[in-house]
């Protein structure tokens, strides 16, 4: 053993298994157009990342292409520790122990939900075949309709076979692909908890695909944010959320308002005023733009103000105030549900205490000041 006697060997965790998957820099082009682009991944086993961006950005590319439904123009990918694709490689689809679930479940239609679920345990003898997809029927509640067809089953409960269906081969890694965005809203929150209880339940490493940012960062242990065949940031969800390292993150993930601001020693001041303090920029003046979001910033009406309430939109359990400042830009205050200061009232506009608010340096988020070396970064 060498330097890494402590830590585990490279890639592998701490008990020696390899990542469930690793993209080392994986790039699919159309023609001219991006697919994905120089991308780099590490899933450790038992993951369950969800991936989001934009539409377009590149997310379905990137399971097709672990999947081996798509070739790589350049990069490697490896599924538990063997080479799947790259220039050289590629292994078929169905050899790869990657499970798949389609937002349109993608059931064989002709046949019974028993026989979807053993589709693909051709490997097994037929009585072997049978009892596993018994114990994957078990474990999604559908035992009891294991012969219906496709046809006669709900929404949920057919993404609930096809989750079985892709369990069953026992996958290095299930790849999701918005998987709930065919149910409707009431459906939606509880087979989403069923399929992330089963995915943890069996141990199983999951990627999944999703273009709502509640679902990503509730669902996730871990958050990818694509742009433009990009990873933008791969981090826990509190942090994309909190600690956005780009403003395309900030804007994308939640809502945000940015607003021009100075840190002179130390004290972050916008046209609101005092923001807050930042730790290790005592002997700094800089230009940054400050994100604000709706949840960090408090409203008090007060007749000498210069800020007006310029439209409020009542959400149920918070009524969004959206404020226009003398220089013309705007916030956007969270209030409880049985707050609401009429369109035109003068507010003062503060921050909450004890937020510590991103700040941005162009598109880039900054912990230091610009131009020093690192110094202490904000608190965590
Ligand atoms: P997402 O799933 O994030 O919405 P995709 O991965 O489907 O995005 O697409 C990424 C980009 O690649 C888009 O610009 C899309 O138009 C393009 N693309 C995807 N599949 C094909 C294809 N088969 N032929 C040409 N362009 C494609
Ligand atoms: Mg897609």
Redesign the pocket.
Known sequence: MTAQTKSAPAGRDAVGAPPALTLEGVTKR?GS?R?VEGMDLVVPPGELLTLI?P???????TLRLVAGLERPDAGTITVAGRVVADTRRFVEPERRRVGLVFQDHALFPHLTVGKNVEFGLHDLRSGERRSRAGELLDLVQLAHLADRYPHELSGGEQQRVALARALAPRPAVVLLDEPFSSLDESLRAQVRRDTVATLRETGTTGVLVTHDQTEALSVGTRVVVMNNGLIEQADSPEKVFEQPSTRFVASFMGDADFLPAHVHRALLTCEIGIVSTVPGWADSDADVDVVLRPHEVALSPSADATARVSAVEYHGAFVLHHVRLASGRTLRSWQPHDVRHPVGTPVTVTVAAGTSPTLLVGDRAVTTPPGNAPRIAVAP
Request: charge should be positive; aromatic fraction near 10%; charged fraction near 10%.
């Open positions: 159309y157009a697919g961006g539409s377009g950005c590149g997310k379905s590319t």
